[in-house]
C-alpha cells in the first residue's frame, strides 16, 4: 500500500523559514515526480513546485527565489526549503507523487497523495 507522508509545518513570522519533509513508502517512485501543492481557506490547491526523479526543478511564480524543492531517491524522500515567508504562503501542503513520465503542475496528474501539513505565516 502506498503512502505520502508529510511532516514539518508549524507556526512561524513573517521573514521566517520552515522545511516541509515527504517520505512515500510501498513502492519505488524511479519515474515520478514529486511535488508539493498548497490550498489556503477558501481557494482552490494550487502547485508550488516539482522535482522530477533526475532531479529537473520547477516552481510556481510566487515562490520563485523563496523556496527550494529537492529529493533523495534512495529515501523516497522530497522536502521543501522554505524561506523569506510571507503571510499569504499560509495554507495546507499536500505532497504528491505523479503519474510515471509526468512532470506536471496539473494535480490531476498526481496519484498520491499525503494528507496535508498546516503552515501558518503570521505577520
Do not use: H
Not at 502506498?2 to 523559514?17: K, W
Not at 524561506?83 to 496539473?106: H, I, M, W
Amino acid at each position: 500500500q502506498v503512502r505520502v507522508v508529510e511532516s514539518g509545518g508549524g507556526l512561524v513570522q513573517a521573514g521566517g523559514s520552515l522545511r516541509l519533509s515527504c517520505l512515500a513508502s510501498g513502492r519505488t517512485f524511479s519515474s515520478n515526480s514529486m511535488a508539493w501543492f498548497r490550498q489556503a481557506p477558501g481557494k482552490q490547491r494550487d502547485f508550488v513546485a516539482y522535482v522530477t526523479w533526475s532531479g529537473i526543478t520547477y516552481y510556481a511564480d510566487p515562490v520563485k527565489g523563496r523556496f527550494t524543492i529537492s529529493r533523495d531517491n534512495a529515501k523516497n524522500t522530497a522536502n521543501l526549503q522554505m524561506n523569506s515567508l510571507k503571510s499569504e504562503d499560509t495554507a495546507v501542503y499536500f505532497c504528491a507523487a505523479s503519474r510515471p513520465g509526468y512532470a506536471s503542475t496539473q494535480s490531476r496528474d498526481y496519484d498520491y497523495w499525503g494528507q496535508g501539513t498546516q503552515v501558518t505565516v503570521s505577520s
